[in-house]
């Protein structure tokens, strides 16, 4: 890091905190600490929920899952924006007549209390946890890059956003994402620009493409279906509708966003912008991804992308076997780049004969080089059995630290800690309303006054905060950052979206049925995870599904019970 990135990251991260604690400061009751005195308009919305699911580990992750696995995951949002319109027509109407805080608030009114704090407990558990991953994720990557000491880098992250989002609660939270999502955006085209004119120049962006495209990377739509693939049309389009709804209707961390504009229509406005610009959003960080692995085609990307790993083994007797594989990588890498550059030239004659044989060579090539990696991985986890060995996360922020020049080090830094701060703010703003709203005022202490509330809401926060600094702190790796905030939060929201569709459309079923069918279904949706392989996107429809199921049959049951008790 040269002093100018240092500068600009600094300066951005300090402008935030403080734009956010100067701009909200004077919150006197829990109307404007956790609705923001419904003052948002809906580009404030739009751009805090954009803001709220674009967390660091979207700008970390995703670039590596494109250059891993090309543009498939793009499918994992081609429900969102459906789900938006669904949610704008029928949700949003519902809670601002009953001018709730929480979404689980409008759960007592339709059923009972121990169904809006069995939804309530739901919530706190996943987002409690999606909190601890939310800054353990980039952490653990900027630790590594910076050469910081991992929980000093997560208590960084941990007290900056302790500290606005306390001082101003969920007013604090959106208007500090317009700026955080300003340098996330501006940051990543700026990277997505370099990365192109790094490329050589006989390469051009269409170059670029064509070859992306012949080595796999450009799978954008899959219509083939398969229970077990985790990112195609049909698991996108149904299972990714259902997170979203369950997530944008159900979950305090974007519910709290909407619930505070100034209206019912600037409320929908907002998550129309949302459902239309997600997409774009999430294509255009894939394809940066994409480009990168296009960039390493030409320039030799290292055998292993974290070096802190890597120096690691350098340090034990394996060293010499690893140093031997890098050896021979770079030959592996050698041949491979010569036949990348031999398809460039078949592309550009439009003879399909020397393009597919220049595709087959570069595929053998690619493997053999892929080999070698494999190898190396191999020798890491003998040298380091405790270390991850998916760098997948690691691919993009190595690229950005290796080839970008000072100043726009800072920026893509200063986009990753804004990422892993509007994400945590909100969810920490969230975790402590549901907490105070729908368990501690509810159920433990139902007379305090106004300030007593909203002492309670910042210590909460602040408790939230702590908790999700610790777990962060103590958390281990768990595959691809991106899936598995995705698959921590698919185990629990199929069954609260299960609960709310039941309250929504199923007049008939009473509180009874629906707490124990939404029991049944969680402990269902836990056997899939441990004990089938089905893709977790699917989680979101079974739970939701048996929800629905098992209220029809409970109600039948206890209905006819009641019927007999009543003889």
Do not use: C
């Given at each position: 890091m040269r002093p100018l990135d240092w500068i600009v990251l600094l300066g951005t991260l300090g402008f935030i905190v403080?734009?956010?604690?100067?701009?909200?400061?004077?919150?006197?009751?829990?109307?404007?600490?956790?609705?923001?005195?419904?003052?948002?308009?809906w580009w404030t919305i739009g751009l805090s929920v954009m803001a709220t699911q674009a967390s660091a580990i979207t700008f970390l992750s995703t670039p590596g899952q494109a250059y891993e696995d090309g543009m498939r995951f793009v499918q994992f949002y081609f429900g969102l924006p459906i789900a938006m319109v669904i949610i704008s027509i029928t949700v949003i109407p519902i809670f601002y007549r009953l001018n709730v805080y929480t979404a689980y608030e409008f759960l007592e009114n339709r059923f009972d209390l121990k169904t809006r704090t069995l939804a309530a407990l739901?919530?706190?558990?996943?987002?409690?946890?999606?909190?601890?991953?939310?800054?353990?994720?980039?952490?653990?990557?900027?630790?590594t890059m910076l050469g910081w000491s991992l929980t000093v880098t997560i208590l960084v992250i941990g007290m900056l956003v302790i500290i606005y989002t306390v001082s101003g609660g969920t007013k604090a939270v959106s208007v500090t994402q317009k700026q955080q999502m300003?340098?996330?955006?501006?940051?990543?085209?700026?990277?997505?620009?370099?990365?192109?004119?790094?490329?050589?120049?006989?390469?051009s962006l269409?170059?670029?493409?064509?070859?992306?495209?012949?080595?796999?990377?450009?799978?954008?739509?899959?219509f083939s279906f398969d229970w077990n693939d985790r990112y195609n049309f049909w698991s996108g389009i149904t299972g990714g509708l259902f997170l979203a709804l369950s997530y944008f209707g159900t979950d305090q961390s974007q519910v709290a966003r909407y619930l505070g504009g100034k209206s019912v229509t600037e409320s929908r406005l907002g998550l129309l912008f949302n459902g239309?610009?997600?997409?774009?959003?999430?294509?255009?960080?894939?394809?940066?991804?994409?480009?990168v692995f296009v960039f390493y085609q030409f320039n030799q990307p290292p055998v292993f992308f974290n070096e802190g790993v890597k120096s690691k083994v350098y340090a034990t007797p394996y060293a010499g076997e690893l140093r031997a594989l890098e050896t021979t990588y770079s030959a592996a890498f050698a041949e491979q780049k010569q036949g990348v550059q031999d398809l460039v030239v078949a592309l550009k004659t439009d003879n399909e004969a020397d393009i597919a044989a220049a595709k087959t060579k570069v595929t053998n090539l690619t493997a053999a080089t892929k080999a070698v990696r494999e190898e190396a991985i191999g020798v890491i986890k003998k040298a380091a059995p405790e270390a991850e060995t998916r760098d997948t996360d690691y691919v993009f922020i190595s690229f950005v630290m290796k080839y970008l020049p000072a100043g726009l080090v800072g920026l893509l830094l200063a986009v990753i800690f804004s990422a892993a701060m509007s994400s945590s703010s909100s969810e920490l703003n969230a975790l402590a309303s549901t907490t105070v709203v729908d368990l501690y005022k509810r159920s433990v202490k139902p007379f305090g006054d106004a300030t007593h509330y909203l002492n309670a809401s910042k210590l909460f926060t602040v408790a939230w905060g702590l908790i999700a600094v610790l777990f962060a702190i103590y958390?281990?790796?768990?595959?691809?950052?991106?899936?598995?905030?995705?698959?921590v939060g698919s185990i629990f929201y199929g069954t609260i979206l299960g609960i709310f569709l039941v309250a929504f459309y199923f007049k008939h079923i009473r509180g009874n049925a629906v707490f124990w069918a939404a029991v049944l279904a969680e402990l269902v949706v836990l056997y899939c995870h441990f004990y089938t392989s089905i893709a977790f996107l699917w989680f979101n429809v079974i739970g939701c599904g048996c929800?629905?199921?098992?209220?029809?049959?409970?109600?039948?049951?206890?209905g006819k019970k009641k019927e007999l008790v009543a003889q």
């Open positions: 403080i734009y956010g604690v100067w701009k909200t400061r004077g919150s006197t009751d829990i109307e404007g600490y956790l609705k923001g005195d419904n003052s948002m308009k739901l919530f706190l558990v996943q987002r409690g946890l999606a909190a601890g991953i939310t800054i353990y994720a980039p952490a653990i990557i900027l630790s300003a340098v996330m955006i501006g940051g990543m085209l700026v990277a997505g620009i370099m990365v192109v004119h790094y490329l050589p120049q006989d390469v269409g170059d670029a493409v064509a070859v992306a495209g012949k080595m796999g990377k450009m799978n954008v739509v899959d239309l610009l997600k997409i774009p959003m999430q294509f255009m960080i894939l394809f940066i991804g994409v480009m958390a281990s790796l768990l595959d691809n950052l991106i899936q598995a905030v995705n698959i929800v629905i199921l098992f209220g029809f049959i409970l109600q039948a049951v206890l």
